[in-house]
């Protein structure tokens, strides 16, 4: 049996019963399922205005369900925070938070997208602004992120191994969360998720072919679901999770591996980036204000780097020797380099970064080198053995 922490409000997408992988044999079921609810989607944080529309009748309830108005047709709608609740289409609803369901089958609209589930809309703290939540079914929300993270030219094989990835990420954190809103941003920062407009073909081919498989790790009848994290392109190999993340077990699925199969990314090796000093500093500065204490900026240089060698730390020296010591990872964030991957070269009032490789944090799986293993005749269970060793394929449902 899967020895994780069980999810209660059980909700399982259509096409439960679709089996089959391009005529392979099934990974073996699980001993006991894990029940599965809603994904709780962030979609906005701090909005002081939510404008949606259905494509049906729907109901807006509280959290206990009761109906607090109800629609018999399509409408557009106006949902803004006050201080005695919320409006709804200048009706005051005296309640911190609202679902908005529709009563048939549709889609609601937020931001020039369509979205499967349902709407919860929380107030924050401040009681200013609103909090934006889609609750779509697990094999929905795969489906669109496995379309939002995968070109179509990329090979089924690629495919299914990210539908399996995707799949074992979310459930991973939906077990793991210890917030009481949501479980994952529609973003990179968790995974991209766009909708029903990301719904392709090719991405719902992978979900239903791959349905209820996810990726295990420990000795039998205790098995944990592991955390797959995954990269567009690591650049010529992956790395150990626990170099950024911490908390995260050194267990050999989440070790990283030298495997260099994402030749084809367009970011495989990427050209000199070129940034003056005066830019590196104002820019780390607005997100760290105490870095404005260095003054002008005299020298950047790599502190340390990992085995692989990126970069770990970066050392700023600004007027008078003072010194500042920034991780890597934030360094690369706020100056929008595809990744830590690279070398420094001082020019004067100049700093360029050369030598880059890979595009993205380099954990888990490569999505490139996914596709160039597929492209070699390599099938997605063994993509996903490759790039976590020792993990197991197996259906929790």
């Keep these: 049996m899967l020895t994780c922490k069980l999810v209660t409000c059980f909700c399982l997408a259509p096409f439960l019963f ?33 404008e949606l529309t259905t494509t049906g009748p729907y109901i807006v309830t509280d959290e206990s369900g009761k109906v607090l108005w109800r629609s018999t047709s399509a409408e557009s709608l106006k949902v803004r925070p006050t ?39 929380v107030k924050n703290r401040s009681g200013s602004s609103l909090m934006v939540v889609n609750h779509v079914p697990l094999e929905q929300y795969v489906a669109s992120v496995v379309g939002s993270e995968l070109p179509g030219y990329f090979h089924p094989e690629a495919f299914r191994a990210q539908a399996v990835a995707a799949r074992t990420y979310v459930l991973h954190r939906m077990l793991n969360t210890n917030r009481p809103d949501w479980d994952v941003s529609d973003g990179a920062a968790s995974q991209v998720y766009s909708g029903l407009s990301t719904e392709t073909s090719q991405a719902l081919k992978a979900q239903r072919s791959t349905l209820g498989e996810v990726l295990v790790y420990g000795p039998a009848g205790r098995e944990e679901i592991i955390c797959t994290f995954y990269c567009s392109t690591c650049g010529g190999g992956t790395r150990p999770v626990w170099e950024l993340k911490k ?24 050209k000199k980036r070129v ?45 008078r020797s003072r010194r500042a010591t920034v991780s890597a990872e934030d360094f690369r964030y706020a100056l929008g380099l595809p990744s830590t991957w690279f070398d420094i070269e001082d020019h004067g009032s ?12 380099g954990m888990g799986m490569c999505q490139f080198g996914a596709n160039g293993m597929a492209r070699h005749g390599y099938r997605y269970d063994e993509i996903l053995s490759t790039y976590f060793p020792g993990s197991k394929l197996v259906r929790c449902y």
Aim: overall charge positive; glycine content about 10%; hydrophobic content about 35%.
């Design 275 to 319: 940034f003056s000093k005066s830019k590196i500093l104002s820019t780390l500065a607005d997100r760290n204000a105490k870095l404005r204490r260095l003054g002008s900026l005299k020298s950047v240089r790599i502190h340390s780097r990992t085995p692989q060698g990126r970069a770990r730390e970066i050392v700023l020296v600004g007027q």
């Design 83 to 121: 201080g005695g609740g919320i409006l709804f289409n200048g009706r005051l609803l005296s309640e911190p938070s609202i679902q908005v369901k529709l009563t048939t089958f549709g889609t609601i609209k937020l931001a020039d997208r369509r979205y499967r589930g349902w709407f919860r809309l």
């Design 247 to 270: 908390g995260f077990k050194r267990i050999p699925p989440l070790a990283g591996v030298q495997v260099d199969q994402c030749q084809e990314s367009p970011r495989y090796r990427w």
């Design 18 to 50: 679709l089996t089959g992988c391009n005529g392979s044999a099934q990974p073996p079921l699980a001993n006991r399922a894990i029940p599965v609810r809603p994904v709780r989607v962030r979609l906005m944080e701090d909005a002081k205005l939510v």
């Design 350 to 361: 100049k700093v360029w970064f050369t030598k880059g490789r890979g595009w993205g944090h």
